[in-house]
């Protein structure tokens, strides 16, 4: 009987907490997702003020489309992603390979230093590589805001590889090597279709990253400017039809991007384990 009591008491606490945690998830969704669509909504805004809705036009993504300068920033962000996912990838597979498949002294301090970038405000960061480039004679550059972005993006890439390789362990290269296979040949043929989901869904979190990225960026640009860059930019005058057009564009573009890419690494990933 008390058994019973206390499965019926149990119960009828999960119905009297179904509405409270209804209606958090409903203003949590409220408070992420409305502040976007306002954004889209008023990115189609007749008129350029941002208080109230003036009516539907498309004015403002013509003029984006007009914009030389605005063009030129987004291509640069996107060259700049590219370069910095493919640095990233390269130093980030190699470091990972090198910090679960050998022993070495101070692994562990070093394994807690590689989370610094992702643990440090950007702030910080985007200070420190200015003093360096400073300190060295270099002018800020493209060369510059790309050294940056690697730093940022290279420890998100080694973790999601280094998370994969333990839970593989060694038994497939260690079966490989003893059947002849050289170390290079085991790697192109065994460890890296086994990673490769990491390593894709790493390069695409860099990528998000160095695409997204203003405050490092804004430290280390010279006369290169990157699209995020260019918007505070725009900003600085106030917020206009026109910033909300770009944010549009990129709020589309990230959605349409996140489901493609997830349901790509999740085939790759069903693939990988079978």
């Given at each position: 009987m008390e058994i019973e009591k206390e499965k019926k008491s149990h119960k009828g606490r999960k119905k009297r907490s179904f509405p409270f945690l209804g209606i958090y998830a409903l203003l949590l969704y409220i408070f992420l997702y409305v502040p976007l669509v306002v954004v889209v909504l008023f990115s189609f805004s007749a008129t350029k003020t941002t208080v109230k809705f003036g009516g539907f036009s498309t004015e403002w993504y013509i003029r984006l489309a007009n914009d030389p300068n605005l063009i030129k920033a987004l291509l640069h962000s996107f060259e700049n992603g590219i370069y910095a996912v493919i640095t990233a990838i390269v130093l980030g597979t190699s470091g990972a390979i090198f910090i679960v498949r050998r022993q070495f002294f101070g692994k562990e301090v070093f394994l807690t230093l590689s989370q610094l970038p992702i643990l440090l405000p950007g702030i910080i960061i985007g200070i420190a590589l200015l003093m360096l480039f400073v300190n060295l004679n270099v002018s800020l550059s493209r060369f510059t805001i790309l050294a940056g972005h690697v730093a940022i993006t290279t420890p998100f890439v080694m973790f999601q590889v280094v998370g994969r390789l333990q839970r593989l362990g060694r038994t497939y290269e260690d079966a490989s090597m003893d059947l002849g296979a050289r170390p290079a040949k085991t790697f192109f043929l065994i460890t890296l279709p086994m990673i490769k989901t990491a390593i894709i869904g790493g390069g695409l979190l860099a990528f998000t990253i160095s695409f997204d990225e203003i405050i490092i960026t804004y430290f280390l640009t010279g006369t290169w400017m990157t699209l995020p860059v260019y918007i505070y930019g725009m900003m600085r005058f106030g917020l206009?039809?026109?910033?909300?057009?770009?944010?549009?564009?990129?709020?589309?573009?990230?959605?349409?991007?996140?489901?493609?890419?997830?349901?790509?690494?999740?085939?790759?990933?069903?693939?990988?384990?079978?």
């Open positions: 206009t039809p026109q910033v909300y057009a770009i944010s549009a564009i990129i709020l589309v573009f990230s959605i349409v991007f996140i489901f493609f890419m997830a349901k790509f690494t999740g085939t790759k990933a069903e693939e990988a384990e079978r």
